[in-house]
């Protein structure tokens, strides 16, 4: 289903302030959240029949079991006619190929059952059927070629797969007023129907006319990223204001400030080592759960416990230290000016932000030092974002094995 909206259009200032130092550095994207994003770039996938979670768990880097057991006390919602008292929360996972490299990335999500949830008039059980489905929100762009590489591996497994992307969007909801601090989920501006210390329209709306329950969920890569959510395509998320809708590219400079990225053009498909992506920080691999397609080289590479390139974020700076304007083009070499090595490789830019896998001990040698090759004008500084784990980096690796 084609969708329009308006979108919250930044002036040029809104989008980067100038810094020398990460420290201190702070977009005005911090200033102007939460803001919300219909992501067009993705799509969603159904599964549903008794094999889904048997059939996943075999394929993907994450513990799928989770979503096959009681709910518990997993995650407290509001109750309402189609909320369920209790939830589960998403997860993020990757498919990998039999060598190990990433192929698909895919956030899951466990629709409530009937059984969960008050019915209609509030004051009991829903009633229906209580078969298990997953949702995944994939990247849109190689969607025909992931249903075909799950149907090849589904042989005889009673799963269903289905295209849902025109019934279903994906968003994304964050910006600076949605913080760590305020990530908690006794906020009212997290309630998953915005419900709270007042009661918004929107999410009132939602949970009376909406018999599936939809919800937004942290992300669960980082709290940082806000939340995150898959919703009828016919239909406004809760909390999403016309004025605070925005385009994507937005979500875009959001998380490569962060660090983070997303999908099969950003994690090159069939090149990418996953724990170079850094997706072992991003909750979205397992090493308890066992074996599945490509598991070898994860665990192999994971207890070595070295990995000597990861994907940083990266600001490009003209020599008088002004924002780079124009764009830089995916795949160009980042290298030391001085020595002449190269350090490593951009994957994604927008303007004057990017991503780029780099060697740990070049990336952080000192200011001026890094440059994009052919255009040695451009400065390159790459930044350690702040939920990297100290023992991530090099200095910290060599003195764990010296000890």
């Given at each position: ?9 930044f002036?040029?200032s809104i989008?980067y302030?100038s810094?020398k130092?990460?420290?201190s550095?702070q977009?005005?994207l911090?200033n102007?959240?939460?803001?919300a994003s219909?992501?067009k770039?993705r799509?969603?996938v159904r599964f549903r029949?008794p094999d889904?979670?048997k059939f996943?768990q ?7 079991r989770n979503?096959?057991e009681?709910?518990?006390?997993k ?9 369920p008292?209790?939830?589960?929360p998403?997860?993020y996972a ?6 190990g ?12 059952r009937?059984?969960e949830?008050?019915?209609r008039?509030?004051?009991g059980?829903g009633?229906?059927p209580a078969?298990?489905?997953?949702f995944?929100d994939v990247?849109?762009?190689?969607l025909?070629e992931?249903?075909?590489t799950?149907k ?6 009673k ?5 849902v992307?025109?019934e ?5 909801r964050?910006g ?6 305020s990530l ?5 501006e ?7 210390g007042a009661v918004?329209l929107s999410?009132?709306?939602a949970?009376q006319?909406n018999?599936?329950g ?18 009828p395509?016919?239909t406004?998320p809760?909390l ?9 590219q937005?979500?875009l400079l959001?998380?490569l ?5 997303e999908?099969s ?7 990418a080592m996953p724990?170079e992506y850094?997706l ?11 074996c599945?397609v490509?598991?070898e080289?994860?665990a192999r590479t994971?207890?070595r416990?070295v ?5 940083l974020p990266?600001?490009?700076l003209?020599?008088?230290g002004k924002d ?5 083009a995916p795949r160009?070499?980042?290298v030391?000016?001085a020595?002449?090595?190269?350090a ?6 927008l303007k004057c932000?990017g ?6 001990e070049?990336?952080f040698?000192?200011?001026g030092?890094?440059t994009i090759q052919?255009?040695e004008?451009v400065?390159v500084?790459?930044i350690?974002?702040?939920w990297f784990?100290?023992?991530w980096?090099?200095?910290h690796q ?6």
């Open positions: 289903m084609n969708r329009f909206k308006p979108s919250l259009q002036p040029k989008w302030t810094s130092h990460f420290s550095q977009t005005q911090d102007v959240g939460p803001m219909y992501l770039t799509a969603v029949g889904t979670v996943l075999g394929l993907l880097t994450n513990d799928v979503f096959g009681a709910l518990g006390e995650m407290s919602t509001l109750a309402t006619p189609n909320m008292t209790v939830s589960t998403p997860m990757a498919m990998l190929t039999p060598q490299r990433f192929l698909y990335d895919m956030f899951l999500y466990r629709p409530s009937p059984y949830k008050l019915d008039s509030g004051y059980p009633s229906g078969e298990l489905e997953l995944a990247d849109g762009s190689v025909d992931l249903l075909e799950l090849k591996y589904r042989l005889r497994s799963v269903d797969i289905e295209n992307a025109e279903f969007s994906c968003w994304q964050y600076g007023n949605l913080s760590e601090k908690s989920s006794k906020e009212p997290a309630a998953a129907v915005g419900w709270g918004d999410g009132v709306l949970s006319g018999n599936l939809w919800q937004w969920y942290k992300d669960p890569r980082l709290d940082c990223l806000g939340f995150r959510g898959i919703f395509s016919n406004t809760p999403v204001e016309a004025d605070k809708e925005t385009d994507e937005n979500y959001w998380r400030e962060k660090g983070v990225a999908g053009t950003e994690i090159p498909k069939g090149e724990l850094n072992a920080g991003l909750n979205a691999i397992s090493f308890d759960k066992g599945y490509g598991q080289l994860i994971h207890h416990g990995i000597r390139k990861r994907l990266l600001k490009f003209h020599d008088t780079v304007e124009w764009k830089i160009s070499e980042v030391n000016a020595s002449g090595k190269k490593g490789v951009v994957t994604t830019a932000r991503l780029g896998v780099l060697r740990l070049e990336a040698k000192g200011s030092t890094l052919g255009h004008e400065k500084e790459a350690r974002p702040k784990p100290a023992e980096f090099l200095e060599q003195h764990s094995a010296a000890s």
